[in-house]
Nanobody, 126 residues
Framework: VQLQAYGGGLVQAGGSLRLSCAAS????????MGWFRQAPGKERELVAA????????SYADFVKGRFTISRDNAKSTVYLQMNSLKPEDTAVYYC????????????????????WGQGTQVTVSS
């Protein structure tokens, strides 16, 4: 599956952005999806994950209550709504598809996803 992430940009602290990730192919609904981020000099970290049906979601503690992950399987797209943005949210954000063989317990704690988008820059100014 090929993934194309977009929607990043420059926003002031307290603002909002909505990231989108469009997937190619007709098997999108077989993949749990995740949004990751990587700031300069830091390791890539999982921000949020969503199950194949969208019925389950998981968030890193540092975005709980501010970010919302969702998906539309009919449109083969996963979203990340980011509210109350902080300067420390500045990073390149990536969408990724987990192996269909992964149980949910693995999806929410691994960075070893199978397919990755190209990343979109999010910059939050103070």
């Amino acid at each position: 599956v090929q993934l194309q992430a977009y929607g990043g940009g420059l926003v002031q602290a307290g603002g909002s952005l909505r990231l989108s990730c469009a997937a190619s192919g007709r098997t999108f609904s077989t993949y749990s999806m995740g949004w990751f981020r990587q700031a300069p000099g830091k390791e890539r970290e999982l921000v949020a994950a969503i199950s194949r049906s969208g019925g389950s979601t998981s968030y890193a503690d540092f975005v709980k209550g501010r970010f919302t992950i969702s998906r539309d399987n009919a449109k083969s797209t996963v979203y990340l709504q980011m509210n109350s943005l902080k300067p420390e949210d500045t990073a390149v954000y990536y969408c990724a598809a987990a192996s269909p063989s992964y149980p949910w317990s693995i999806v929410v704690r691994t960075t070893q996803y199978d397919y990755w988008g190209q990343g979109t820059q999010v910059t939050v100014s103070s």
